[in-house]
């Protein structure tokens, strides 16, 4: 079965433009989450989909950030305009519904995406 | 305020031995599950182990176990005879029944020693 897929793995932009990471979670999974991973400040939750819905999007860090989920199979996570602070690994993750019968609610981790903003 | 807190930023252990990776959480909700994750330096993260908070027994697997103290809210990771490849970065996590998100503590830097 195909894991987590997210796309580009890895993009060099320069400061100002607008750069669009992809993500295609896994079939059947209910939720979707978007993190950012940078040394200073570790594994951020950016924010997280149910049912394509956005559930909490407290975590993106500025009107520059803006997240989508049109279907069940795809989101994409859009920078405009990108920043040299942006520069970061952004992993997309998905899992099914937690709490329900024997699902553990364990994330499913794409391979993450590394942005460089010159 | 921080939910997950892992206190040691690095840690070392001699191959074979055995290492704990200390983990803690804050949550007021009745359920909530714990995990633990491993990244190495390829960057992926690979999961290893999960604690439901109604589980009775300490979760195990292979080499991995998870000391689990729900009165002092505590979820320690437990390896076993170390490996060289065991080296990596160590992520404990929760996810809480009210929110479902999941939450990451800052991580321990695991080095094996030969």
């Not at chain 2, 190495?40 to 290893?48: A, Q």
């Amino acid at each position: 079965d195909a894991g987590v897929i997210q796309s580009p793995r890895h993009e060099v932009t320069e400061m100002g433009q607008e750069v669009t990471l992809r993500c295609k979670p896994i079939s059947g999974h209910d939720y979707l989450f978007w993190y950012r991973q940078t040394m200073m400040r570790g594994l951020e939750l950016l924010i997280y989909f149910n049912n394509n819905v956005p559930i909490d999007d407290s975590g993106m860090p500025e009107d520059r950030f803006s997240a989508k989920m049109p279907n069940a199979s795809f989101s994409t996570l859009k920078i405009q305009p990108s920043e040299p602070r942006d520069s970061a690994v952004y992993f997309c993750a998905s899992s099914w519904a937690p709490f329900s019968g024997k699902n553990t609610g364990e994330l499913f981790f794409g391979e993450g995406s590394r942005l460089t903003v010159l | 305020a921080q939910k997950i807190t892992q206190t040691q930023p690095g840690m070392f252990v001699q191959e074979k031995e055995a290492v704990t990776l200390d983990c803690t959480y804050d949550t007021s909700d009745p359920s909530y599950g714990l995990f633990w994750y491993k990244q190495p330096s390829s960057g992926e993260m690979i999961f290893l182990i999960y604690q439901g908070s109604y589980d009775q027994q300490n979760a195990t697997e292979g080499r991995y176990s998870l000391n689990f103290q729900k009165a002092r809210k505590s979820a320690n990771l437990v390896i076993s005879a170390s490996q060289l490849g065991d080296s990596a970065m160590y992520f404990c996590a929760m996810r809480e029944i009210t929110k479902n998100d999941m939450r990451f503590g800052a991580g321990t830097r695991l080095t094996v020693k030969p």
